[in-house]
């Protein structure tokens, strides 16, 4: 069964950088195009990078541009999401999505990140 683990989530100050990973499993990792989305307390969900089975095309929320990476290793089945000058809006559960937003099929439990002195 498609399994979606993410790690790498916790505390960072404002300015600092965390690395998301997210094991995948269960399908043809390579094939799909996937996505990382968040969502803050009190808040709706929101879609922050995507990234296509090539590994070239590529997409930034606005608040995240020039900040976080998003990137892929087919042949580890593994997506991440390289996250710098962290800033206090950016904590919330971070999901790691199987598919884009129009179409997102499978999610992972999420890891928490939060921005904070």
């Known amino acids: 069964q498609v399994q979606l683990v993410e790690s790498g989530g916790g505390l960072a100050q404002p300015g600092g950088s965390l690395r998301l990973s997210c094991a995948a499993s269960?399908?043809?990792?390579?094939?799909?195009?996937m996505s990382w989305a968040r969502q803050a307390p009190g808040k709706g969900l929101e879609w922050v990078s995507a990234?296509?089975?090539?590994?070239?095309?590529?997409y930034y929320e606005d608040s995240v541009k020039g900040r976080f990476t998003i990137s892929r290793d087919n042949a580890k089945n593994t997506l991440y999401l390289q996250m710098n000058s962290l800033k206090p809006e950016d904590t919330a559960l971070y999901f790691c999505?199987?598919?884009?937003?129009?179409?997102?099929?499978?999610w992972g439990q999420g890891t928490q990140v939060t921005v904070s002195s």
């Open positions: 999505v199987k598919g884009l937003a129009g179409n997102p099929d499978y």
């Open positions: 990234i296509y089975s090539d590994g070239i095309g590529t």
């Open positions: 269960g399908f043809t990792f390579s094939s799909y195009a």
